[in-house]
């Protein structure tokens, strides 16, 4: 019998099951939730999720390595190259390919700008939620600027397929700095924008204060990870925690806060944006104009038997990818751990008890993309 | 069908203006369906943001699908979401079309050798527009739309109607695929 | 065989009406917009100035006549109120597109000038069908009970001074009476349509509206308190030095929250709410009877700051530059000056709907009995009492 | 009074954020006209595929099945027969399924004499899909029309009106010159 | 129970390997020790049955650490560890979809990511890509499980040291 759906339960007559299915406005994607709703408030939640399952595990077993690192950029296709990362830090790690050092800061470079670009989508998505229409369009403007600089480098806008064993797959376009530096000059004038439109306005903190706490203990318990975990005051970072390519040659700190609650979220991506711009500047000075790009891989990609496990710290929290190889060209078993399935597991602790406008902006404020969670 | 005017009609010059200036309106405010499912709903809605804007040639989302005339299926179809799909496609108002965007829903795309995703999203909607990219940019999705738009207002070009598909076509019932244990 | 390498249908040929705007021509939306101000303004002239003339001159202006005259001065408004919708429609996606950044509906006519037009025209043609869930006759009954709400408030609506269909001593408890009957067409429709949504947007439409009539109706009680009237022609004579918005700053703001409110505008958008409810009340209204729902919300766009302005900004005066009043010139000269303050306050609505996210429907409620209530009561006393001692 | 405050704080927010929105109204929209205004796209931006020839009409392919085997999506099936008088082999079928392509250019990688290149022409929508499986001829005629592409060995390269081919200037070059000049046998694949 | 567990060092975390009657006594071991974020548990098909990894970190000095469980295919049964961690819940359940794994003692053992009419476990390697059965598979051989030698004692160092150090070290 398909549980699919919540069954009344006969003492209860006032509960109204409503399905909030897989084609709404709010779940940003194919999320599917059956709530039980006792007029506005929430008495049951059941999120069904495997509606954009479109296995990617079992074809990237079929795959060679190379060609996985295609397929890692449609699961989180939100912040494009942040998927590759984990992939190819673990062959690397796996094949021993030493990276060089200005290969690392490109790939840092495009690794803050899809941190940039995606923490706008989300922010456009978020207040549309709240029934903001203004502020969707101005980020989305902002993201074009980010797709154009990529665009005249990686050759695609929003699935670059642009890291390789060993560095990335072509250098940089020859104006890529100085187009970045404008739009960096661009993104603070910006911010100031949004600063007026999401964090100072009272209709938001009346939407956002206090709605959906996460207290430490569950949030560690969860497995949540990223933004959400560090809006309930712990301050775990995988850039910080196990650092890779070039964040260990530039300072910056980790937004926490301490209440947990959706402003809190909201207030963490924003600072986190600024960390980001402050690291692209310092990436801007560090980065040498020319010089290698990719280190030496070998010809037939055969990493020796074994497996390993390597995270990363994408725009929804820790993206971790174990890659087991048995020696043959092409991967035994790629198991990829995406933050925002954790992050999704909170939804029935946080809707219960949540009236149903609160659940919206819950959900929002997790910023989930079904890509990485249906795999 | 529609209160003034349906295809079938007997052609005669005076209804024929008349049904070209219904035909024109339907072309000139398409409505499409809110429907984003992966990597190109993202570039669906950026079809709509201040560089491409959409929105000059009167298209405006719609959220329900009874007031959505242009259904846009923007991402990979699976056996999970076919279902829901050709439920939301019945449930649209009549004069209603499908521009199927991105490798995936053309033809499963990259993921079309998938244990669970439907090969294209033509087995279960008829579709009048296909295209190509993973993901489209929004000027190729723009170009479709305007495609779409000539298709409904151009007289010849109108009565080329895709195939009809059946609406209780089960995907599961695909040969093979089907998730079920083999009887051995 | 596969076609040659590249058939010509796949290249893309641009067809047009209109032309193709390298850059925005500003001036051209202006004078769009005035097109359609001036279509409304020779409507009202006609409905108010021009049938009453004409039927004096044939005089038929007897018991039947007086009857046909009223019911073509009825059709007239209706025509008015589509020019309404059609007009505003375009004016808020042109005016959100400019806001965002990006331009409004371009490409169809002079700066998408008949962009709404086709709209129109496309929901005439769409499949109008009745959910099977439905309850048919209620389903059908609710479009028509919102607009006729809505544009009933025009009987009583005075463009210029003696313009006004219904010039009853009781204009306002009219209006108050008028209001709440839209409350019903929302409540009728979302119940009637057999959809779990439209079901909460309608019960939240009435939590809403029945909220929103008390300090509706104790404002009007104060207005009516400070102008010594209930007729409206009256309250907007009583205007003519002073306008009402500097005596009555408090019941000022709040008939405008409460306006807002009544409006189901942005901040308190929670009977069609969008992004959660999908679309609310008319979710399973499509076609012609969609297009019911869409006119009474864009005709009720325009009275609401219509009554803003009768109310709180002396109607229809203005300077008169020497025309004796009361002829056909100043007539027609007042009821520009009263469209153009209303389209200043219809422009402030769309200001604050392209900025503003959506409260919680239950903040909303709590704002409205805790205090809004209290302090249209405060402005009632306050007006009496100044009343007592200014008058 | 602390009500007070907050109430005028709130107001002075909302007023600012209305500010932010109606600034916008004086301000010059971003927006390209798209279809009256074609978007000029970079060299190296992938939005479809070619089969390049030599300009004396030979086949720059060596039919060296390269592409077929980098392809994630695998949609491109080649067909070769040894060639009779001379070495190396002629090409039978090369199909590219442009409908289930990736666009990821990872065959423009794989290919040693850069023979399939990206080029710049995105507006392939279709009302059917048959003229969206590539053959070779649709390649080659899609090479002839192009007016500039790419490809990692050779960088990008013009067309010239006489139907020449030619190496684009260094400033229109993607990045990495240096590996462009390197003669193509020393760069690792 | 230290006899089953056998403890090796993987570029940067710990590994356990542990025999599955073990796995949930090592699990709250390791609970105790203060493991508290379950990073993910992993469904691998080894080919001679199902394997189940758990990774977990402990937050205050940042240690990971990965217990690893194999499993025959005929009875792929494991304890459920959702009660020490939340956060594996889902993850368990993914490991049941794609691979059937069974997981003792989990609220909620249901399908996540296929329908609930679904019977196989595509992620198994029985299975192509496409979700048809490989004709010609066959489970192999279950790797006999190697003598567990507990570690030698630390051999005593030279002569010169040994006199002075005593028997401090």
């Not at chain 1, 709703?37 to 079992?58: C, F, Q, S």
Request: charged share 25%.
């Amino acid at each position: 019998m398909s549980t699919m759906n919540l069954e009344p339960v006969p003492g209860r007559t006032d509960e109204m099951i409503v399905n909030m299915g897989p084609q709404h406005p709010a779940t940003h994607g194919v999320l599917r939730v059956v709530l039980g709703l006792e007029g506005e408030r929430i008495t049951r939640a059941v999120p069904h999720i495997g509606y954009l399952h479109r296995n990617h595990e079992k074809i990237e077993e079929a795959r060679t390595y190379p060609m996985v690192i295609a397929y890692t950029d449609r699961m989180d296709y939100v912040s494009g190259t942040q998927n590759e990362l984990p992939f190819v830090l673990a062959v690397e790690d796996m094949l021993g390919v030493e990276v060089p050092d200005r290969a690392k800061k490109i790939r840092t470079i495009f690794f803050e700008l899809y941190r940039l670009a995606s923490h706008l989508v989300w922010m456009g998505t978020a207040m549309l939620d709240l029934g903001a229409i203004s502020p969707f369009l101005y980020t989305f403007w902002d993201r074009e600027i980010i797709l154009g600089i990529v665009e005249k480098t990686a050759g695609a806008r929003m699935l670059p397929n642009y890291y390789t064993f060993g560095g990335v797959r072509r250098d940089v376009h020859p104006d890529f700095f100085k187009d970045v530096a404008d739009f960096l000059d661009h993104m603070e004038r910006r911010m100031v924008d949004y600063e007026h439109l999401v964090l100072e306005s009272p209709v938001v903190h009346a939407r956002t204060k206090g709605v959906g706490v996460l207290d430490q203990e569950r949030a560690v318990a969860r497995g949540v990870s990223g933004p959400v975990l560090r809006a309930s005051g712990v301050a775990y970072d995988v850039r910080k925690a196990f650092p890779y390519d070039a964040y260990p040659d530039v300072e910056f700190e980790i937004p926490t806060s301490p209440d947990g609650d959706t402003y809190a979220r909201f207030w963490v991506r924003f600072q986190e944006m600024y960390q980001s711009i402050r690291i692209l500047r310092q990436l801007l000075e560090l980065t040498p104009k020319t010089g290698p790009y990719k280190g030496r891989a070998p010809a037939r990609l055969k990493p020796p038997a074994g497996e390993r496990y390597r995270a990363v710290e994408n725009s929804r929290g820790e993206l971790g990818v174990l890659v087991v190889s048995d020696g043959s060209d092409k991967p035994y078993r790629v198991k990829h751990r995406g933050a925002a399935f954790s992050n999704l597991q909170i939804i029935p602790d946080l809707f219960v008890g949540a009236k149903f406008s609160d659940a919206i902006a819950i959900l929002s404020s997790l910023d989930p993309v079904f890509g990485e969670i249906d795999r | 069908m529609g209160l003034l005017g349906s295809d079938e009609r007997p052609r005669d010059v005076i209804l024929g203006t008349l049904d070209d200036l219904i035909n024109m309106a339907r072309s000139r405010s398409m409505w499409p369906l809110t429907f984003g499912i992966a990597c190109c709903a993202i570039e669906m809605m950026a079809t709509w943001d201040p560089k491409i804007d959409a929105d000059r040639f009167g298209m405006f989302f719609r959220n329900t699908p009874r007031q959505a005339d242009v259904m846009i299926v923007s991402g990979t179809v699976n056996k999970k979401l076919a279902k829901r799909l050709r439920r939301l496609y019945d449930q649209m108002a009549e004069p209603k079309w499908v521009i199927s965007m991105g490798a995936c829903a053309n033809q499963g795309g990259p993921f079309r050798q998938g244990y669970s995703v439907v090969e294209g999203v033509d087995k279960i909607v008829p579709v009048d527009v296909y295209i190509p990219g993973c993901p489209p940019r929004p000027e190729a999705l723009l170009q479709a739309l305007l495609l779409l738009r000539d298709k409904i207002a151009d007289r010849e070009l109108r009565y080329k109607k895709p195939r009809e598909i059946p609406a209780d076509y089960d995907v599961m019932a695909e040969p093979g695929k089907d998730g079920r244990l083999p009887v051995l | 065989m596969r076609p040659i390498p590249i058939p010509e249908d796949r290249h893309f040929r641009p067809r047009l009406i209109g032309y193709d705007p390298q850059k925005s021509r500003p001036w051209l939306e202006r004078t769009v917009y005035a097109a359609y101000v001036f279509v409304f303004w020779l409507i009202v002239i006609a409905t108010y100035a021009g049938v009453p003339a004409l039927f004096g001159a044939l005089g038929w202006d007897g018991g039947w006549g007086f009857v046909l005259m009223r019911v073509l001065q009825v059709v007239l408004l209706f025509l008015l109120s589509a020019v309404i919708a059609l007009l505003l429609i375009l004016v808020l996606r042109k005016y959100l597109g400019k806001v965002q950044e990006r331009f409004g509906p371009m490409h169809y006519g002079p700066a998408g000038g008949i962009q709404t037009v086709f709209d129109a025209l496309k929901l005439l043609a769409k499949e109008d069908f009745v959910p099977a869930a439905a309850d048919a006759l209620t389903f059908r009954l609710a479009p028509a009970v919102t607009f006729v709400a809505s544009f009933a408030m025009f009987a009583v609506i005075p463009f210029a001074s003696g313009w006004v269909l219904a010039d009853t001593n009781v204009g306002l408890i009219y209006l108050i009476a008028v209001s709440t009957l839209s409350a019903y067409g929302v409540l009728l429709g979302g119940v009637s349509s057999g959809n779990k949504w439209a079901l909460i947007g309608a019960l939240r439409a009435g939590a809403q509206m029945v909220s929103y009539e008390i300090p509706l109706a104790l404002v009007f009680l104060t207005v009516a308190v400070w102008s010594g009237t209930l007729r409206l022609g009256g309250i907007v004579d009583a205007q003519l030095g002073l306008w009402n918005f500097l005596p009555l700053a408090l019941p000022f703001v709040l008939y405008v929250i409460a306006s807002l409110a009544e409006l189901k505008h942005i901040p308190f958008d929670f009977p069609e709410a969008e992004s959660e409810l999908i679309a609310g009340y008319n979710v399973e209204y499509s076609g012609m009877s969609f297009a019911f729902f869409f006119l009474a919300e864009f005709v009720e766009l325009f009275l609401l700051p219509a009554l803003i302005v009768v109310f709180f900004f002396g109607g229809w005066h203005g300077p008169l530059f020497g025309i004796e009043p009361g002829s056909l010139a100043a007539g027609a000269l007042e009821s520009l000056y009263f469209t153009l303050k209303t389209a200043v306050w219809v422009w402030i609505f769309l200001w604050i709907r392209a900025t503003l996210p959506r409260y919680r429907d239950d903040q909303l409620m709590e704002f409205a009995w805790k205090a809004m209530i209290p302090l249209a009561l405060f402005g009632l006393v306050l007006a009496a009492y100044m009343r007592l001692i200014w008058r | 009074m602390s009500l007070l405050q907050e109430v005028w704080q709130a107001v002075k927010a909302i007023g600012t954020g209305m500010a932010t929105v109606h600034k916008r109204v004086y301000e010059e929209a971003p927006t390209e006209f798209y279809p009256y205004v074609k978007p000029e796209l970079p060299p190296v931006s992938v939005q479809s595929l070619a089969l390049v020839e030599n300009e004396d009409g030979s086949e720059r392919c060596i039919v060296c099945l390269q592409c077929e085997r980098a392809c994630p999506a695998q949609v491109i099936t080649i067909e070769r027969h040894r060639n009779p008088e001379g070495k190396g082999f002629l090409i039978d079928r090369f199909d590219i399924d442009l409908v289930n392509c990736m666009y990821c250019a990872a065959c423009v990688e794989a290919c040693p004499v850069s023979s399939i290149v990206t080029i710049q022409d995105f507006e392939m929508s279709t009302y059917d899909l048959q003229t969206l499986k590539a053959d070779i001829d649709f390649l080659h005629e899609q090479a002839r029309r192009a007016r500039q592409w790419y490809s990692p060995k050779f960088g990008v390269e013009l067309r010239t009106d006489d139907g020449r081919i030619e190496k684009a200037p260094p400033e229109m070059q993607p990045g990495g010159l240096a590996e462009i000049l390197k003669p193509a046998e020393e760069v690792d694949s | 129970m230290e006899a089953r567990v056998k403890q090796e060092r993987l570029f940067d975390e710990d590994v356990y390997t542990v025999h599955p009657d073990d796995y949930r006594a090592l699990c709250e071991r390791l609970k105790a020790e203060g493991y508290d974020f379950p990073r993910a548990i992993s469904g691998l098909d080894m080919g001679y049955g199902l394997r189940v990894t758990l990774h977990l970190t402990r937050m205050s000095d940042l240690a990971k650490v990965t217990v690893r469980t194999d499993v025959p295919y005929e009875n792929p049964v494991v304890a459920s560890v959702t009660d020490l961690w939340p956060g594996v819940e889902w993850y368990e359940r993914e490991a049941y979809d794609m691979l059937g794994l069974r997981f003792r003692g989990h609220p909620d053992l249901r399908r996540i990511l296929l329908e609930d009419e679904w019977e196989l476990h595509p992620l198994q390697k029985r299975y192509d890509t496409g979700g048809y059965p490989l004709p010609d598979w066959q489970p192999a051989a279950w790797p006999d499980p190697e003598p567990w030698a507990p570690p030698p004692p630390p051999e005593p160092e030279e002569a010169g040291e040994a006199g002075e150090g005593g028997e401090a070290s």
